[in-house]
T-cell receptor, first 112, second 115 residues
């Protein structure tokens, strides 16, 4: 079966750094996406990792270790608007790049 | 350019009825995927269409079906609705390149409530 695990909820302080972890056990792997979803809105793309290592994009970075089945999303200089759910999604082999398996999401609350 | 458009935004149906949801992808995107999102299960993949053909299918019963038209617009249908089908149904479109699809862009979703 396919399984992606993320913490259910996290709380962090404005201006701080937070790391959201994602572990996966899937029957194939062709890359990993991170999405942000504000309440009542559509998920929006944050990052894509297919090779091991760190991808940095402004305040957001994402890391992947394929041998460990592990990824994390790092958010720096947290702002109140970063309060949202963060979804980790794995692309299975033979499925193009369409995300097929999603984690249940991590609800991040940023407090003053 | 316009994003992914889903209609209707909200829908209330009775158990046993059927429902059809519509999705218009971003212009030029030929891959359309459908997902069901519920608080308990998160986002679950239903199916993907590319060039009017179903390319991938998730683990949902046959009551869930879909199709894609020549202009890449897609519809999904749920027959014999059950209370458990109440969910947010999201459509996502993506480009298809030699190495596979690009990232998926999501629509705002259709909130289906079955009573």
């Amino acid at each position: 079966g396919q399984n992606i695990d993320q913490p259910t909820e996290m709380t962090a302080t404005e201006g701080a750094i937070v790391q959201i972890n994602c572990t996966y056990q899937t029957s194939g792997f062709n890359g990993l996406f991170w999405y942000q979803q504000h309440a009542g809105e559509a998920p929006t793309f944050l990052s894509y990792n297919v090779l091991d290592g760190l991808e940095e994009k402004g305040r957001f970075s994402s890391f992947l270790s394929r041998s460990k089945g592990y990824s994390y999303l790092l958010l720096k200089e947290l702002q109140m608007k970063d309060s949202a759910s963060y979804l980790c999604a794995v692309i299975l082999r033979n499925s193009g790049n369409t995300p097929l398996v999603f984690g249940k999401g991590t609800r991040l609350s940023v407090i003053a | 350019k316009a994003g992914v458009t889903q209609t209707p935004r909200y829908l209330i149906k009775t158990r046993g009825q059927q429902v059809t949801l519509s999705c218009s992808p971003i212009s030029g995107h030929r891959s359309v995927s459908w997902y069901q999102q519920t608080p308990g299960q998160g986002l679950q993949f239903l199916f993907e269409y590319f060039s009017e053909t179903q390319r991938n299918k998730g683990n949902f019963p046959g009551r869930f079906s879909g199709r894609q038209f020549s202009n890449s617009r897609s519809e999904m249908n749920v027959s014999t609705l059950e209370l458990g089908d109440s969910a947010l149904y999201l459509c996502a479109s993506s480009l298809v390149r030699d190495g596979g699809n690009t990232e998926a862009f999501f629509g705002q979703g259709t909130r289906l409530t079955v009573v």
